[in-house]
């Protein structure tokens, strides 16, 4: 649905795009494909309700953009089937954290020069556990991570815990990208620490106001399509912070 609002807003056409998705419970499933009919947006979520992991409904998909927000630090999640999945390119992940799980199920079903975004955990970026640190490693290595931000907490209803966005892509080198141009940001990692932006919306939860999102989105926009001197002040209170990512992901 956000999709179609931000395609509309940008004069584009709705039936230029396809909808791909999965989703375990059948309520939930029946009612996100629903929620697109009535729209008249076309989408694919798959034969049945399905788990991601064990029953892939989309295995040759290459999206152009995935965007998830899949559960936190999920435990129970993995089985014996998923021993050598071609989606651990980047090592296998812990049987009791799904979290680098959903990025890498993500990542294989990303097109060469798509961009994803996941949210998840702030422990993603530091957890050593069972091998994350070395995913984690492999994911810089291999030049996939593109930008890293930092959320405040108390922005769900459902956990008070603070996120993450991760944003990566398989291509940074640089090419048109609509009616823009891309920078050749090979070997860049963008740290942008949002935890001090939003506002109460009342005594448990934060919102972020407009000009908040405009402000991170402005700054990865600009970052990507190179940063011109005159805007350098969006950048130096994030320097700290970029040392401090570094040092963690590092």
């Known amino acids: 649905m956000q999709s179609e609002r931000f395609i509309e807003r940008h004069g584009g056409r709705i039936g ?5 998705g999965q989703e375990s419970n059948p309520t939930t499933w029946r009612l996100a ?5 009535i729209r008249g947006i076309d989408f694919n979520f ?8 064990t029953n892939d409904q989309h295995p040759d998909l290459r999206a152009d953009f995935v965007m998830a927000n899949p559960p936190f630090n999920m435990k129970e999640w ?8 071609p989606r651990w390119r980047y090592g296998t992940p812990p049987e009791r954290n799904a979290n680098f799980a959903w990025l890498q199920h993500m990542l294989y079903h990303l097109a060469p020069n798509g961009s994803l975004a996941l949210l998840l955990a702030n422990g993603s970026m530091s957890s050593n556990t069972r091998g994350e640190g070395d995913i984690r490693r492999a994911l810089l290595v291999n030049d996939l991570v593109e930008c890293m931000v930092a959320l405040p907490g108390q ?16 291509n940074k080198k640089a090419r048109a990208h609509g009616e823009s141009k891309l920078r050749d940001r090979s070997g860049d990692v963008l740290f942008i620490d949002a935890r001090n932006c939003g506002y109460m919306k009342d005594r448990v939860l934060r919102d972020f106001t407009d ?3 405009e402000k991170i989105a402005g700054t990865f926009h600009k970052w990507k399509r190179g940063m011109d001197m005159r805007t350098r002040q969006d950048f130096v ?3 700290r912070w970029m040392r401090l ?5 590092c």
């Open 237 to 239: 209170s994030l320097q």
């Open 78 to 85: 993995w089985s014996g089937k998923l021993e050598d999945d």
């Open 46 to 53: 798959g034969q049945e309700p399905a788990n991601s992991f």
């Open 16 to 20: 230029n795009i396809s909808v791909y």
């Open 211 to 213: 000009e908040d999102i």
């Open 245 to 249: 990512m570094r040092a963690i992901l």
């Open 155 to 170: 922005l769900f209803t459902n956990t008070q815990i603070p996120a993450c966005i991760w944003f990566l892509t398989k």
């Open 33 to 37: 494909a629903m929620n697109m009919a």
